[in-house]
């Protein structure tokens, strides 16, 4: 009888050693989302996906972006609050290249972790990348600029890019013109930066198809370009003379898919880059994560041919 009672004693110490050390290993994480903006179906899947991430790994997220895609020191005030309230980690997507590092490198020398998405940063400081290879997807939209257009015919390129300093629009362009450059028949006849709104964007398009007649394709790099462009040749009356490629999907732009404005969309995957924005947040703060320092997630053409493909359609509305 003696024996059974300290049998009892003994596994309840044991169990609540055992519940007591799951206790004192396990903490809960608090990673703080900051992107460019929140008010684009990109930005709305991005948070799906962290949304969707957070409750897989029992993380505490916040998600935040200035009103506008050009506001850096917003962002910087965003990161600056953020470690005031003492997150583990801040998954950024950057709008200024340089001028959000010195907020970034001051956040992990105060033992913040930051994973960049879409969008980096000029900060050694940053444990990962996660996001579309920005030129890869630049070279895309080249090839579909350039794809129907016979070897005589000549090729007058339009660019409307948005802010100047934003990384992944710098890397698309700089793919964008790599590839164009080895095609013999085609030249980038203006480009033109401006800002992330369709206005913004339609005006550029519209000033920039006036001032070169010549121009037979446009390329708009973001969702909000996108829009510009193909609401400038619609004005215009120019969708049977202009061919448009532009970047990410809306409501909107799948409908200028469908009736001409646009021709190519080039799509991102959202949803997986808050995911896994997420996902490596978490491993990096528990020294779980992999050495790699970059994570490309994919990128796929989508024309009026294949918008009605089950994969398509699955990318299209963030099931993929």
């Not at 004192?24 to 929140?38: C, E, F, L, Q, Y």
């Not at 000033?207 to 619609?234: D, H, R, S, Y």
């Not at 992999?290 to 490309?296: A, D, I, K, T, W």
Request: with cysteine; net charge negative; glycine share 8%.
């Amino acid at each position: 009888m003696r024996f059974r009672k300290f049998l009892s004693v003994l596994c309840a110490a044991m169990t609540a050693v055992f519940v007591c050390g799951c206790t004192a290993s396990r903490r809960d994480i608090s990673v703080a989302v900051i992107v460019k903006a929140v008010d684009s179906d990109f930005w709305h899947k991005v948070s799906n996906g962290v949304n969707s991430a957070a409750t897989e790994y029992n993380v505490n997220v916040t998600f935040e972006g200035p009103e506008n895609e050009e506001d850096y020191e917003k962002q910087n005030e965003m990161i600056n609050r953020a470690v005031e309230k003492g997150v583990d980690a801040i998954v950024l997507s950057a709008i200024d290249y340089q001028k959000n590092s010195d907020a970034v490198t001051k956040a992990v020398r105060n033992g913040v972790k930051v994973i960049t998405i879409d969008s980096s940063v000029a900060s050694k400081q940053v444990s990962m990348f996660i996001g579309t290879d920005n030129k890869a997807a630049g070279r895309a939209a080249g090839k579909a600029a350039a794809d129907t257009f016979s070897e005589d015919g000549r090729v007058h390129i339009g660019i409307v890019n948005y802010y100047k300093s934003t990384d992944n629009g710098i890397k698309r362009e700089e793919g964008f013109r790599e590839y164009i450059d080895s095609v013999k028949n085609a030249d980038i006849a203006a480009a033109v930066n401006t800002e992330s709104n369709t206005g913004s964007a339609a005006a550029a398009a519209e000033a920039l198809l006036k001032e070169n007649p010549q121009i037979n394709v446009l390329v708009g790099f973001n969702e909000w370009m996108t829009l510009g462009i193909g609401e400038a040749v619609k004005n215009l009356g120019l969708s049977e003379k202009v061919r448009c490629i532009g970047f990410d999907t809306n409501v909107t732009s799948l409908g200028m898919l469908e009736t001409g404005e646009m021709d190519v969309l080039i799509v991102q995957n959202p949803f997986a880059i808050g995911f896994l924005g997420i996902k490596n947040a978490v491993d990096v703060v528990n020294g779980t994560a992999s050495l790699q320092s970059e994570l490309f997630t994919d990128v796929t053409a989508v024309t009026k041919n294949n918008i009605f493909d089950k994969d398509i359609q699955k990318l299209l509305f963030g099931l993929a």
